[in-house]
């Protein structure tokens, strides 16, 4: 069992920064990647951003150069780091790893957070 505890989400106005963070607890012997996603009223959980352990990163093309994402291997804590947003970067965000229990593999998600960008 392990347990995603994210904070940082809120109210922002356009042009504006946010940042989010995420710690993971519990049953991990190690974690391969983490990540963050979000989901929109309406619409599909996308991926926003991605790192892996040896720390290269992927990113949504509609946030590259908006968004930085990092990792704390030795806290298992993920950060995403989010300039200049936009109103259409309101969405529910929720934190996920994927980490080896000792036992086998599997997917861990937060709660999520809401993050809201008014114009």
């Known amino acids: 069992q392990v347990q995603l505890v994210e904070s940082g989400g809120g109210l922002v106005q356009a042009g504006g920064s946010l940042r989010l963070s995420c710690a993971a607890s519990?049953?991990?012997?190690?974690?391969?990647?983490m990540g963050w996603y979000r989901q929109a009223p309406g619409k599909q959980r996308e991926l926003v951003a991605q790192i892996v352990s040896d720390g290269s990163t992927n990113y949504a093309d509609s946030v590259k150069g908006r968004f930085t994402i990092s990792r704390d291997n030795a806290k298992n804590t993920v950060c995403l780091q989010m300039n200049s947003l936009k109103p259409e970067d309101t969405a529910v965000y929720y934190c996920n790893i994927y980490y080896n229990s000792g036992y086998g593999t599997y997917d861990g998600w937060g709660q999520g957070t809401q993050v809201t960008v008014s114009s």
């Open positions: 519990g049953s991990i012997f190690s974690v391969y990647n």
